[in-house]
């Protein structure tokens, strides 16, 4: 049996070039309906990422940004926000060869973890359609806000005996 190293690092600027590459491949099956050429995509991807990574410093500026690595490899990132009532699992996203493997749970659970021992409910925001939604109720988030297109989660340590 594999067991999977799992660690967190803060994000360098050498990472900028796999960022955008585990952006864009969170984007593949909205642009694939679009009649865009690959030069469009790719111009589309870098404004919107550029104006992701705008709104994560402003919005959540000291907060923890880092690259997941996986036995040594760059798998995904994992931005969290600790705020005095809240930890705010800010954006965690993994690379398609790493994605339903465990990975992301295992994450999760470290932050509710830290929840629990903290007394601090965990929240995050998800699309309605993701499909990590289901990952999230199975882990004990409920709707907290419907936000139109996203919903806003919470996990309280209150009502979730385990993690």
Known sequence: MWVMKITRRPIQRADEAFLLELYSSTRVDELAVTDWTPEQKAA??????????????TYYGG???????????????????????????????????????????????????????SGK????????????????????????EDKGVYLLLEWSPDETAQV
């Open 44 to 57: 589309f991807l870098r404004m919107q990422f550029d104006a992701q990574a705008a709104h994560y410093e």
């Open 121 to 144: 409910p965990v929240t995050i925001h998800v699309e309605k359609f993701n499909p990590a939604l289901r990952l999230y109720q199975r882990l004990g988030f409920l709707p907290k």
């Open 63 to 117: 907060s923890e940004f880092s690259v997941v690595e996986v036995d040594g490899v760059a798998a995904g990132r994992l931005y969290v926000a600790r705020w005095a009532s809240e930890i705010r699992i800010v954006d965690v996203a993994l690379i398609p060869d790493f994605r339903n493997l465990g990975i992301g749970s295992r994450l999760i659970r470290a932050i509710l973890a830290e929840g629990a021992a």
